[in-house]
């Protein structure tokens, strides 16, 4: 499975944007899905995961209350609505999947399949 993320761009503080995961070789409609990020000098972090049927949803304690992952199956596609950007958001997003997965996990290691990262930079 390839993945693509998409919808990074530059936004200001208190904006919003929405990212997309898509499977470009294989529908991802099947998969776990998590998004992680990572910030200028830091280590890549969870920031959420949905499991396959979307009836599972996890988040990051960092972006609790301003992100929502949901997906479509129907399109294989996954979303991260982010809102009320902070500076600290910026950073590179990457989605990730697996399949057999019925929970969405926030450990990097239970991931398969990554994207190649899009990135959002929230000017303060």
């Known amino acids: 499975v390839q993945l693509q993320a998409s919808g990074g761009g530059l936004v200001q503080t208190g904006g919003s944007l929405r990212l997309s995961c898509s499977g470009s070789?294989?529908?991802?409609?099947?998969?776990?899905v998590g998004w992680f990020r990572r910030r200028p000098g830091k280590e890549r972090e969870f920031v959420s995961a949905?499991?396959?049927?979307?009836?599972?949803?996890t988040y990051g304690d960092s972006v609790k209350g301003r992100v929502t992952i949901s997906r479509d199956n129907a399109k294989s596609t996954v979303y991260l609505q982010m809102n009320t950007l902070k500076h600290e958001d910026t950073a590179s997003y990457y989605c990730?999947?697996?399949?057999?997965?019925?929970?969405?996990?926030?450990?990097?290691?239970?991931?398969?399949?990554w994207g190649q990262g899009t990135l959002v930079t929230v000017s303060s």
């Open positions: 070789e294989r529908a991802i409609s099947s998969y776990t």
């Open positions: 949905i499991s396959w049927s979307g009836d599972r949803t």
């Open positions: 990730a999947a697996r399949a057999s997965l019925s929970y969405p996990s926030t450990r990097e290691s239970d991931y398969d399949y």
